[in-house]
């Protein structure tokens, strides 16, 4: 009885706690926000100091100006991150192609990037994408999907009563695939699809060609390896990714013709080597 009455409680608890933490991201999807935005802010904060520790910073000026005025320029007409702070962006000597923005506000570019991404329209997709990651809440979503994820699992192995038998190992084996294929995966798909979105409008919205985020992916394709099947993915493949832009494209035009009605036009030129 009383087995049953705890399981009830375990049951109920979690349920209130899902339904308290579900929240809307800047395009309407329903995702889970557990963290409060100061904690996603602090452990933004802690990661990026150890990227800093841990990779050189670019001590090219010409590099640092030219990707300071992209991220400027982008991150001007996009909603500020949560914590309240300004961005702050940081260009780290390194040959991978790579760009990441973090809770808190923080964004890092790798000087590799720079090969693929060949124009500063194409820089500006890629940094419009990076901080529509935290504009929606995207690494708290993760973190709580994560979290209720491992408590789910946690409150199967109370409720089948078999955690140490066969039975109950190969239940939590299955289980534990299914979750990481069924839950985790999809949603970090449809939260890299929802980021090119957002991208696209704050760099259409900066008077960067958002055509360009077209291009970026095509040259993606051409300097990419082997992919794995999409299903099993956390991002789309390029092709997919490409189609979902130039869905999204006449609404980017739109916003890109204002900006240029507007004069906004950015003068970000990274400057040759003599």
């Given at each position: 009885m009383r087995n049953n009455l705890n399981k009830s409680l375990l049951l109920s608890l979690l349920s209130l706690l899902l339904l308290a933490a579900c929240a809307t991201s800047p395009t309407g999807r329903t995702q889970l926000e557990f963290f409060p935005s100061n904690q996603m802010a602090q452990m933004g904060e802690a990661?990026?100091?150890?990227?800093?520790?841990?990779?050189?910073?670019?001590?090219?000026?010409?590099?640092?100006?030219?990707?300071h005025c992209v991220a400027e320029a982008v991150t001007a007409v996009a909603p500020p991150p949560q914590s309240g702070d300004q961005w702050e962006v940081a260009v780290f000597k390194a040959d991978q192609v790579?760009?990441?923005?973090?809770?808190?506000?923080?964004?890092?570019i790798y000087t590799?990037?720079?090969?693929?991404?060949?124009?500063?329209?194409?820089?500006?997709?890629?940094?419009?994408?990076?901080?529509?990651?935290?504009?929606?809440?995207?690494?708290?979503?993760?973190?709580?999907?994560?979290?209720?994820?491992?408590?789910?699992?946690?409150?199967?192995?109370?409720?089948?009563?078999?955690?140490?038998?066969?039975?109950?190992?190969?239940?939590?084996?299955?289980?534990?695939?299914?979750?990481?294929?069924?839950?985790?995966?999809?949603?970090?798909?449809?939260?890299?699809?929802?980021?090119?979105?957002?991208?696209?409008?704050?760099?259409?919205?900066?008077?960067?060609?958002?055509?360009?985020?077209?291009?970026?992916?095509?040259?993606?394709?051409?300097?990419?390896?082997?992919?794995?099947?999409?299903?099993?993915?956390?991002?789309?493949?390029?092709q997919s990714r490409i189609r979902h832009l130039e869905q999204s494209l006449p609404k980017a035009l739109e916003l890109y013709q204002q900006a240029l009605d507007q004069g906004r036009r950015p003068k970000c030129k990274l400057e040759k080597k003599q």
């Open positions: 990661a990026y100091r150890q990227i800093k520790q841990e990779t050189p910073a670019s001590q090219d000026p010409a590099i640092n100006r030219y990707v790579n760009a990441f923005a973090l809770p808190g506000g923080y964004i890092g590799g990037l720079l090969s693929v991404a060949e124009n500063a329209d194409q820089l500006a997709a890629v940094i419009g994408h990076e901080i529509g990651h935290v504009i929606a809440q995207h690494g708290n979503a993760r973190l709580s999907t994560q979290y209720a994820t491992q408590a789910g699992l946690q409150l199967v192995q109370i409720l089948t009563g078999t955690p140490s038998s066969a039975t109950g190992q190969q239940l939590m084996a299955l289980l534990g695939v299914g979750a990481q294929v069924g839950i985790v995966l999809p949603f970090s798909r449809a939260q890299e699809s929802e980021s090119d979105i957002l991208g696209l409008r704050y760099m259409a919205r900066a008077c960067f060609d958002p055509r360009q985020s077209i291009q970026l992916w095509e040259n993606m394709m051409q300097t990419g390896g082997p992919q794995p099947l999409e299903f099993l993915s956390t991002h789309p493949s390029d």
